[in-house]
């Protein structure tokens, strides 16, 4: 018998892959897992709020409950549209179940984010997981523990209950219980928190660690972005089994002509008619009785057409220059912002946008190398920073020819990629793959933002050498303004005190010109003629 056939074959669950491979999705230990717990439950927090028009309320809190095994209590709290309570066990109980399998740009996509949080959860303690949810509208809070059947890819629902809403409160609050790890994850939850604020800053958010403090992180402006569509599949992104799923799925029964142009963006009557003529296929065959070949052919023909209008951009949805520089201006103070939104693109039949926003000087810490903020459909990426695209291009720009000559220099580089589908190199999306046309999209983005920062350094520069050369002036003022006093005064007496009006004089209108206030240039006086 050979070696093969005592080979003992099974079929695993979503949930038991994911369970046995979970730094697929970013628990590789105990701090990452606490990190990525705060990431998956406030994004999904952020995905319920302003992606309906919600300004976000955000309550995050993390206590240690137990000090041998480090057990720490998560707890999110949100006022987005909430959960219905049919919806709750699966969605917090099944992987692979989600809102957001639809082509709109939103923060989650697979489906997994808080379902490995809770997998993670019960493989190292045993409490269960606690949703308190109200949907919009709702005049009931429904209250559900549970956990995962990890066999089945099931919920398990220990107890489920509802209380009278008096409030109107909607929005939804997890509690989660998991073995994590404080101190190796502490910075990098403030920094993912900082980051995020940075891109919402219509959002607030109040943060209580384990340790007591308490930070709060007001909202600055009421202005959200515009939120994202709902669209069609774009005939570049589709392949043989997407096409037989929306066959299969169709809710009207059309031909295949009619299939093309109601299913799909970008297809209108002509468009149709030639596609079908170069794949061979009769217009008015039942999209359901089309033959594995014929799709295949369809397939053939669509993805190498030429004349299709490139993938809508209202599925995105962009934070914009305004919102940028407002993120930017509140958390460094800078000298300068500047921050640009790029047209749409496309690659594989995907739509994409990118943002880039800088900021220099002010509160900023100089250094060696810029502060790059990477942001993907408004998710910050802290993780595998040297790994990502954003990185590459920014490692490849040469700041002196855009004006900076010292080797330490205070500069944040802001990059933020909207898409339908972003490219992450893992499930734990902390990092974009090197998509050539979203590589060249970026290079442009910040390059269109650095030759901003370049005008200003040269600016600032210009009105230095003009500042140095006023307070040489200032040198003179004194022995001038004595000079001229003996000149002018009537008795000697008279001297002193005409000569002090002079300087004074004198100083006033040279400040005026290089725009120092009086301490500013007093200071500086005395520091030169000294
Ligand atoms: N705070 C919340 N408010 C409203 N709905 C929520 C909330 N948290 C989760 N959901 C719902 O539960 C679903 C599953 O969430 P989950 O985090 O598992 O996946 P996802 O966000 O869809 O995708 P990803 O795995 O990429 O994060 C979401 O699609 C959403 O519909």
């Not at 100089?366 to 990502?388: C, G, M, Q, W």
């Not at 209108?509 to 120092?516: A, N, Q, T, Y």
Request: charged content about 30%; hydrophobic content about 35%; proline content about 7%.
């Amino acid at each position: 018998m050979s070696s093969e056939s005592r080979e003992r074959f099974a079929s695993i669950s979503p949930a038991e892959f994911f369970k046995r491979n979970p730094e697929l999705v970013g628990f590789s230990n105990p701090a990452r897992a606490l990190y990525q717990s705060v990431r998956e439950t406030l994004e999904n927090s952020l995905d319920a709020t302003d992606i309906h028009m919600i300004l976000p309320s955000i309550k995050i809190s993390i206590d240690r409950v137990e000090i041998e095994k480090e057990v720490y209590r998560l707890t999110v709290e949100d006022n987005g549209i909430g959960i219905p309570p049919h919806i709750v066990p699966n969605a917090f109980g099944k992987v692979l179940y989600s809102s957001k399998y639809t082509i709109r740009q939103t923060r989650g996509m697979y489906g997994l984010g808080v379902k490995a949080v809770l997998l993670y959860s019960q493989m190292y303690q045993d409490r269960p997981f606690e949703v308190q949810t109200s949907p919009k509208g709702s005049n009931r809070v429904y209250y559900f523990r549970l956990k995962i059947d990890i066999s089945k890819n099931e919920p398990i629902i220990f107890h489920r209950s509802s209380i009278e809403n008096p409030t109107g409160w909607h929005g939804t609050i997890i509690t989660v219980y998991l073995v994590g790890d404080w101190l190796r994850s502490k910075q990098r939850i403030y920094e993912y928190i900082k980051r995020t604020y940075i891109l919402s800053p219509y959002a607030e958010f109040v943060f209580r660690d384990p340790e007591g403090n308490v930070t709060y992180y007001p909202r600055v402006t009421n202005k959200l972005p515009k939120p994202p569509e709902e669209v069609k599949p774009h005939p570049y992104g589709v392949d043989i089994e997407l096409l037989k799923y929306l066959i299969a799925t169709l809710r009207y029964q059309y031909d295949v002509r009619g299939f093309l142009i109601n299913e799909f963006q970008s297809i209108g009557d002509v468009t149709a008619d030639e596609i079908l003529k170069l794949a061979g296929l009769p217009p008015n065959k039942p999209a359901s009785k089309l033959t594995d070949d014929e799709i295949a052919r369809l397939v053939e023909v669509m993805k190498k057409y030429e004349k299709f209008r490139p993938p809508s951009a209202d599925a995105l949805s962009t934070l914009g220059e305004e919102l940028i520089t407002i993120g930017l201006n509140k958390v460094f103070s800078p000298e300068l912002v500047a921050a640009e939104t790029r047209k749409p693109k496309a690659y594989q039949g995907h739509p994409f946008i990118v943002e880039a926003g800088i900021a220099y000087g002010g509160s900023i810490q100089p250094a060696e190398f810029p502060t790059v903020l990477r942001y993907a459909n408004k998710i910050p990426l802290v993780y595998d920073e040297k790994s990502d695209v954003i990185w590459k291009v920014v490692e490849e720009i040469d700041w002196r020819r855009y004006g900076i000559e010292e080797n330490q220099f205070p500069l944040v580089v802001l990059v933020h990629l909207c898409s339908t589908k972003v490219p992450y190199k893992s499930a734990g999306k902390e990092s974009i793959a090197d998509v050539e046309e979203i590589e060249r999209e970026i290079k442009f983005a910040i390059m269109s933002v650095a030759r901003q920062l370049r005008l200003f350094l040269l600016e600032k520069r210009k009105q230095e050498e003009e500042k140095k050369r006023m307070l040489t002036y200032m040198k003179y003022i004194p022995e001038l303004a004595r000079s001229l006093a003996i000149f002018e005064a009537p008795s000697e007496d008279k001297v002193d005190p005409l000569a002090k009006e002079l300087e004074q004089k004198l100083i006033e209108i040279v400040s005026r010109k290089i725009g120092l206030n009086d301490a500013e240039l007093y200071k500086k006086l005395k520091v030169e003629i000294s």
